[in-house]
């Protein structure tokens, strides 16, 4: 089982950057492939972006091509989420999942551990 600690966030004038983080503890990141998503209020969950166990593969929500990159670096046990040229309608509370499985996951139910979740706000 792992235990994801999500940190970072907070709030960001529009066209601004924030990194969210999501360490891993008890079995590592590398063991799965490992998602990013956003939920706003009265919305459904959103898939940001996700990469696979190897990280040699990368997919990413229709909103945020181009200007959000998840990576994963195995020697700190963490999955990054580097967001640039950020909007308003990315407002939402951010979560990091891990699925067990190889490939990119695209949908909430193929993951089965959550981190705690992160605001971010982008103001106008």
């Known amino acids: 089982q792992v235990q994801l600690v999500q940190s970072g966030g907070g709030l960001v004038q529009a066209g601004g950057s924030l990194r969210l983080s999501c360490a891993a503890s008890?079995?590592?990141?590398?063991?799965?492939?490992m998602g990013w998503f956003r939920q706003a209020p009265g919305k459904e969950r959103e898939f940001v972006a996700g990469?696979?166990?190897?990280?040699?593969?990368?997919a990413y929500g229709d909103s945020v091509k181009g200007r959000f990159t998840i990576s994963r670096d195995n020697a700190r046990n963490t999955v990054p989420l580097q967001m640039n040229s950020l909007k308003p309608e990315d407002t939402a509370v951010y979560y990091c999942?891990?699925?067990?499985?190889?490939?990119?996951?695209?949908?909430?139910?193929?993951?089965?551990?959550w981190g705690q979740g992160t605001q971010v706000t982008v103001s106008s």
């Open positions: 008890g079995r590592t990141a590398s063991n799965y492939a």
């Open positions: 999942a891990a699925a067990e499985r190889w490939s990119v996951a695209l949908t909430p139910r193929q993951y089965s551990y």
């Open positions: 990469i696979s166990r190897g990280g040699g593969t990368t």
